[in-house]
């Protein structure tokens, strides 16, 4: 079993369309957690790291569900601009990243 | 944010050469540096732990002398993948540890060996 799980998608949403992602991870221990955002051929970009209490940052919504072991991300008002692969990431003593999960938006 | 740089962005060489890979913390000193792996639609994977002025941890699978990482000062760590071979062929990328959260990666280097 993987250690961090992802749907690989794609993600096709309009423009304006509310879209949810989804990872589970395995590690009980895990210390932290962070939603990164990737583009095409480039590094990845810390999105926002994801609390119990959940957070929010402008239209991203990360939640972490520690007894699930189970950590979303939703967006809302998709734009363009969105279109990414969002890497689920835990840090035990070190990061591990789930494949990510592909999203385009569309006209 | 945080600003780390690589180089050379993208590098071709010949099977059987070495290259050596530069990262860089331009703006802050990070004791931590991280090389990752990356191969096509898969997920990044840790190399190395290197930590100045000490041996790099290596994970498992990950071939320490082929894969020769140096970390002289707070804000250079190098790579150096030795007798290359397609297979090494990837997207390699590096990132440093600034506090507790999260990590800030460089723009990665694209190794293509021929």
């Known amino acids: 079993r993987k250690e961090v799980e992802q749907d690989p998608g794609p993600f096709n949403v309009p423009e304006g369309a509310t879209v949810a992602f989804n990872c589970t991870y395995s590690?009980?221990?895990?210390?932290?957690f962070f939603w990164y955002r990737q583009d095409c051929r480039k590094e990845p970009k810390l999105l926002m790291s994801?609390?119990?209490s959940g957070n929010e940052d402008g239209r991203f919504t990360a939640q972490l569900n520690r007894a699930s072991q189970y950590i979303s991300l939703l967006i809302r008002d998709s734009k363009l601009s969105d279109s990414a692969t969002y890497l689920c990431?835990?840090?035990?003593?070190?990061?591990?990243f789930g494949t990510g999960t592909r999203l385009q938006v569309f006209p | 944010g945080a600003v780390v740089s690589q180089h050379p962005s993208w590098v071709i060489c010949k099977s059987g050469t070495s290259v050596k890979i530069e990262c860089r913390s331009l703006?802050?000193?990070?004791?931590?540096m991280f090389w990752y792996r990356q191969f096509p639609k898969q997920s990044l994977m840790l190399m190395a732990t290197s930590n100045e002025g000490s041996k790099a941890t290596y994970e498992q699978g990950v071939e320490k002398d082929k894969f020769l990482i140096n970390h002289a000062s707070l804000t250079l760590s190098t790579l150096t993948v030795t007798s290359a071979h397609p297979e090494d062929s990837s997207f390699y990328i590096c990132s440093a540890r600034t506090g507790q959260e999260g990590q800030y990666f460089g723009p990665g280097t694209r190794l293509t060996v021929t």
């Open positions: 994801v609390y119990s």
């Open positions: 703006d802050f000193q990070a004791t931590t």
């Open positions: 990431v835990v840090n035990t003593d070190k990061l591990i």
């Open positions: 590690n009980s221990a895990s210390q932290s």
